[in-house]
């Protein structure tokens, strides 16, 4: 995959996010901030779910897996950029920048699918609560996150094959700070509209495809509810009200980058700032601020790191 005899360029340049220094120094900061914030409020709601026995359930179990792959997306980019702002020194080799796709591309089709499940964990929970721990058990949880982790690197995988064997040979700017499909495509010394359509296509499809199971998910959940529990409506809009702006926000850049037909790439760094460093941000707040049993789990969490802090 990696041999040189397919590319005579050996590394990529980001132009970044500005070409001004002052901007970049402006930048480094509020990168470096949003970036521990993502990390640390990310692992505490992983750490929350696997120490607290009372979230031991399906709910909370696909939460942390949620945090923990907004963690690793964040990982994949932002620090790179935060050097880059810092040093100035905006290039990442060939195989690295083939990684960084693979990668995305695993995460990010690895999340909708999780996505998915957690809108059928909703549904099972909201709609069948007598059978919800006989059809969400821990085997079938564990059995939906392998399909997850699965089909994000079969997806990932199908994507990066298609390109991989194209030339290189000259242009090596990518006006981005992040590798991606798009930039990558448009790079290669050969004519690649039928090819760039085909992996536009795919991502964006399946990204507007899913986007709108998911938003067809929640209304029948809601209307289900509405027709068949009095009274249920609101308590079942409040507890769909965040998986709903989660998925917005994570589907919402993937559909215009991908499927935009007047991309500009002003737009498309905003969107790729917002799916890197302002979503994984807002997935635990959204999540945690809006559940009793979490905010109690992590004051407890909270107490117990304190205590072991101050014991000699």
Request: aromatic share 14%.
């Amino acid at each position: 995959m990696y041999d040189a005899n397919y590319s005579e360029v050996s590394q990529f340049v980001f132009l970044g996010l500005s070409t001004s220094r002052q901007v970049q120094h402006f930048l480094l900061p509020f990168s470096t901030v949003f970036y521990v914030t993502i990390i640390l409020g990310n692992l505490f709601v992983v750490f929350t779910v696997l120490f607290d026995p009372h979230l031991h359930s399906p709910m909370y179990f696909l939460l942390a897996n949620l945090s923990f792959i907004d963690s690793c997306l964040s990982t994949l980019t932002v620090p790179k950029m935060i050097s880059d702002l810092y040093s100035g020194h905006k290039t990442i080799s060939f195989q690295g920048c083939v990684i960084q796709i693979f990668i995305l591309h695993v995460l990010g089709g690895s999340e909708m699918v999780l996505l998915i499940t957690m809108a059928l964990d909703r549904y099972v929970a909201i709609c069948k609560p007598l059978h919800y721990l006989t059809v969400m058990s821990p085997r079938m949880c564990i059995l939906l996150l392998s399909a997850a982790w699965a089909i994000g690197l079969i997806h990932s995988a199908a994507q990066l094959a298609s390109v991989v064997h194209l030339p290189f040979c000259g242009p090596n700017e990518i006006d981005n700070f992040y590798c991606d499909l798009p930039q990558f495509i448009k790079l290669a010394c050969t004519d690649t509209y039928r090819m760039e359509f085909m992996i536009t296509a795919n991502s964006g499809f399946i990204s507007t495809g899913t986007f709108f199971l998911l938003i067809i998910s929640y209304i029948f959940i809601l209307v289900s509810v509405w027709k068949h529990y009095s009274g249920g409506l609101s308590k079942a809009l409040s507890t769909l009200s965040a998986h709903i702006t989660v998925v917005v926000l994570f589907f919402g850049p993937c559909i215009f980058v991908y499927l935009w037909p007047f991309p500009t790439v002003s737009v498309d760094k905003f969107l790729a700032i917002l799916d890197f460093m302002i979503t994984p941000i807002l997935n635990p707040a959204i999540y945690t601020l809006r559940n009793k049993d979490m905010k109690i789990a992590m004051r407890k969490l909270s107490s117990q790191l304190l205590s072991l802090r101050k014991m000699p």
